[in-house]
T-cell receptor, first 113, second 109 residues
Framework: DTAVSQTPKYLVTQMGNDKSIKCEQN?????MYWYKQDSKKFLKIMFS???????INETVPNRFSPKSPDKAHLNLHINSLELGDSAVYFC????????????FGQGTRLTVV | EDQVTQSPEALRLQEGESSSLNCSYT??????LFWYRQDPGKGPEFLFT???AGEEKEKERLKATLTKKESFLHITAPKPEDSATYLC??????????FGTGTSLTVIP
């Protein structure tokens, strides 16, 4: 029974396209996150939502827009994809705002060609 | 400049050969230091949180320690299943988060 699940696992798309990644958690957590991990394994938090409200919004291009329809879901929409957006994107969730004690999904490997 | 540096980048150990991984940090006001394990193709798995210098946490063959400038993850008598990338992260005042780039550990049978 998957705790944090994200789809798709792999995403290959052309520059300029718009794409979405979906995330769902069944842990009853009230906070969800999106992280980006680059090719050098460097992990960076992008967004944090607590009870459907945006809490953390690190310096991220406004082409990235998170959407939280409810506490259990946090989707990531990316407009006008660029080559530099290629990375692994992880969704995560936690109780309260303890971002670094989060449970992570398996990741979505995005490749922009 | 706030940053987190992990060393070595990669480590190969024989099964049973104990060693330590290092995470050094320079941040303005440490709120917590976190260790994770990441297996290939998977998300990071939370291991430990350390909050103050002198604190130690243990889990099976892993022991994490913290000083005012660095943390060590000691691996005692490692097994092949301990092979993974180990990440550390720091939460600083102002709710800023910084991750290291990890140490890739390979334990050879």
């Amino acid at each position: 029974d998957t705790a944090v699940s994200q789809t798709p696992k792999y995403l290959v798309t052309q520059m300029g396209n718009d794409k979405s990644i979906k995330c769902e958690q069944n842990l009853g957590h009230d906070t969800m996150y999106w992280y980006k991990q680059d090719s050098k394994k460097f992990l960076k938090i992008m967004f944090s939502y607590n009870n459907k409200e945006l809490i953390i919004n690190e310096t991220v291009p406004n082409r990235f827009s998170p959407k939280s329809p409810d506490k259990a879901h946090l989707n990531l929409h990316i407009n006008s994809l660029e080559l530099g957006d290629s990375a692994v994107y992880f969704c995560a969730s936690s109780l309260s705002l303890e971002a670094l004690k989060a449970f992570f999904g398996q990741g979505t490997r995005l490749t922009v060609v | 400049e706030d940053q987190v540096t992990q060393s070595p980048e990669a480590l190969r150990l024989q099964e049973g050969e104990s060693s330590s991984l290092n995470c050094s940090y320079t941040v303005s006001g440490l709120r917590g230091l976190f260790w994770y394990r990441q297996d290939p193709g998977k998300g990071p798995e939370f291991l430990f949180t350390l909050y103050s210098a002198g604190e130690e946490k243990e889990k099976e063959r892993l022991k994490a320690t913290l000083t005012k400038k660095e943390s060590f993850l000691h691996i005692t008598a490692p097994k092949p299943e301990d092979s993974a990338t180990y990440l550390c992260a720091v939460q600083a005042t102002g709710n800023q988060f910084y991750f290291g780039t990890g140490t890739s550990l390979t334990v050879i049978p």
